[in-house]
């Protein structure tokens, strides 16, 4: 296993970010993470946010497209829909890792099809993929390199690895 960032450039990374939608996002977003990967990054961006004077509602949605697999099956299935009605509202659609896009894509065809009044997209770590879904990120930690399988920080290599602190390439 490769240490790709430290736990200090993240908490650093993830506080810029933080002050820059506490600054940019209305008051009443909602903050979206997508399980189960991003709960990790979800609860520290959620403490920085609340540091820079934000303070957003938060509903969880879940998604699986690879399993226990290195790559993706192609479909996204919905495991877990929002427990909230998004209709009218800012919603920040929040992931770990964007690799094919097809997980963040369906994610914001759901949050736009409830009638959204906006929706952003953040993810902590954005690979240099070809996407196979042409998606436009608001806010981006990280860039890893395509050939790169992550792990830590959330991000798991057949279920293990989540409670990793950095992030990590298994290869
Ligand atoms: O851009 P993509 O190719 O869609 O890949 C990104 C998605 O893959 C992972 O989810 P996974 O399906 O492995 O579920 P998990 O979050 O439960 O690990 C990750 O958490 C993202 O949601
Ligand atoms: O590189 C990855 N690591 C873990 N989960 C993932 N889901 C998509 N890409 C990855």
Redesign the pocket.
């Known amino acids: 296993m490769r240490t790709l960032f430290t736990e200090d450039e993240i908490a650093q990374r993830i506080d810029a970010m933080a002050a820059e939608m506490a600054r940019d996002l209305p008051k009443d977003f909602l903050l979206a993470p997508?399980?189960?990967?991003?709960f990790i990054f979800a609860a520290d961006l959620l403490r920085a946010l609340y540091r820079h004077g934000a303070d957003p509602h938060v509903d969880f949605v879940?998604?699986?497209?690879?399993?226990g697999a290195r790559a993706?099956s192609g479909v996204?299935t919905l495991l877990k829909d929002f427990s909230v009605d998004i209709k009218g509202r800012t919603v920040l659609l929040v992931?770990?890792?964007?690799?094919?896009?097809?997980?963040?894509h369906f994610g914001k065809g759901m949050i736009e099809d409830r009638g959204a009044k906006d929706v952003k997209l953040c993810v902590f770590v954005k690979k240099l993929t070809g996407h196979a879904e042409d998606l436009k990120c608001d806010y981006i930690g990280f860039e890893a390199q395509a050939d790169d399988f992550l792990v830590g920080y959330?991000?798991?290599d057949d279920g293990r690895k989540r409670g990793l602190p950095l992030l990590g390439s298994a290869n």
Do not use: E, I, K, N
């Not at 879940?62 to 399993?67: A, H, K, M, P, V």
């Open positions: 997508v399980l189960t990967g991003a879940q998604l699986s497209s690879y399993g993706s996204v992931d770990d890792v964007l690799d094919t896009g097809r997980s963040l959330g991000m798991d």
